[in-house]
């Protein structure tokens, strides 16, 4: 079954203890990025990438890093987590960069930072 | 990045058709018209996208109109399960999303 996975789906934290939210899409698409969404702001593009080895910043990449090692996978790294990044994650993955195809989203992560 | 504009609700009864507008007057001749839902406690999932053609697809209808400044996603017969937040988007060359606030649609049984 076509999809992206998310791992974990929950996950509570605290302040200061670098964790990693997993990303992978079994489709062979070219484009990932990580959203966040928080009430009240709707969904932010925190990070993307057009292909291995390639990415660039979203709207709110303050306190986030990422890697696209392998074309399947694109982790969410939070070095040094703090309350403010409590919120729901999302991963999405395309096929290409145009605007012609339809973005696939995980399932969601919700984090907690104490 | 374009801006979108759509209602903050909307309200239909079940088995009826739900025509959600979307206003994008800023809109270039390269973006790429895309509706996006998402059901309570999930991923949003696409719904239907176009360029300047009339679209159809199982899921919806997308009628974009010719200055391509509007647009309106329609539900030919709504089921509870199409209550949702549904966004409107414009999409460019590197497919960064801006979601907007979305509509959300309530179905009444």
């Known amino acids: 079954e076509a999809q992206v996975t998310q791992n974990p789906r929950y996950l509570i934290t605290v302040t200061g203890k670098k964790l990693t939210v997993t990303c992978s899409q079994n489709m062979n698409h070219e484009y990932m990025s990580w959203y966040r969404q928080d009430p009240g702001l709707g969904l932010r593009q925190i990070y993307y990438s057009m292909n291995v080895e390639v990415t660039d910043k979203g709207d709110v990449p303050e306190g986030y890093k990422v890697s696209r090692k392998e074309k399947r996978n694109f982790p969410l790294i939070l070095e040094s987590p703090s309350p403010n990044q409590t919120s729901l994650y999302f991963c999405?993955?395309?096929?290409?960069?145009?605007?012609?195809?339809?973005?696939?989203f995980g399932p969601g992560t919700r984090l907690t930072v104490l | 990045d374009a801006k979108t504009t759509q209602p903050n609700s909307m309200e239909s009864n079940e088995e009826e058709p739900v025509h959600l507008p979307c206003n994008h007057s800023?809109?270039?001749?390269?973006?790429?018209i895309h509706w996006y839902r998402q059901l309570p406690s999930q991923g949003p999932e696409y719904v239907i996208h176009?360029?300047?053609s009339n679209v159809n697809n199982r899921m919806a209808s997308l009628a974009i109109a010719e200055d391509r400044k509007s647009s309106t996603l329609i539900l030919h017969r709504a089921t509870l399960r199409d209550a949702a937040v549904y966004y409107c988007i414009l999409i460019q060359g590197a497919q960064k999303l801006v979601f907007g606030q979305g509509t959300r649609l309530t179905i009444n049984p």
């Open positions: 176009g360029l300047t």
């Open positions: 800023t809109i270039s001749g390269t973006d790429y």
């Open positions: 999405a993955s395309s096929p290409e960069t145009s605007g012609k195809n339809e973005q696939f």
